[in-house]
C-alpha cells in the first residue's frame, strides 16, 4: 500500500485510490472527482461474489 505505487496505478488505470493522500490527477476522470469524493458511489453485484465462483467463461462465451 504504498503511495507512490497507487498514485502510479492511479495514473495507469484511471482510477481512484483508497489510500489517504492518494489523489487522482488526470483530466480525463476530473468530472466524477467529486462525486467520488462524496462517496457518491455504488458497488457492482458481483463485487459480493464469492472468489471462487468464476462466471467469466460462462458471460464472455459468444451466441
Request: charged share 20%; glycine share 6%.
Given at each position: 500500500?504504498?503511495?507512490?505505487?497507487?498514485?502510479?496505478?492511479?495514473?495507469?488505470?484511471?482510477?481512484?485510490s483508497?489510500?489517504?493522500?492518494?489523489k487522482?490527477k488526470?483530466?480525463?476522470?476530473?468530472g466524477?472527482?467529486?462525486?467520488?469524493n462524496?462517496?457518491n458511489?455504488?458497488n457492482?453485484?458481483?463485487?459480493?461474489?464469492?472468489?471462487?465462483?468464476?462466471?467469466?467463461?460462462m458471460?464472455t462465451q459468444a451466441?
Amino acid at each position: 500500500m504504498d503511495k507512490k505505487n497507487a498514485a502510479i496505478y492511479n495514473k495507469e488505470q484511471f482510477s481512484f485510490s483508497a489510500i489517504k493522500g492518494v489523489k487522482q490527477k488526470s483530466r480525463f476522470v476530473a468530472g466524477i472527482a467529486d462525486q467520488i469524493n462524496r462517496g457518491n458511489v455504488i458497488n457492482y453485484p458481483d463485487h459480493y461474489y464469492p472468489s471462487a465462483l468464476d462466471l467469466t467463461q460462462m458471460l464472455t462465451q459468444a451466441g
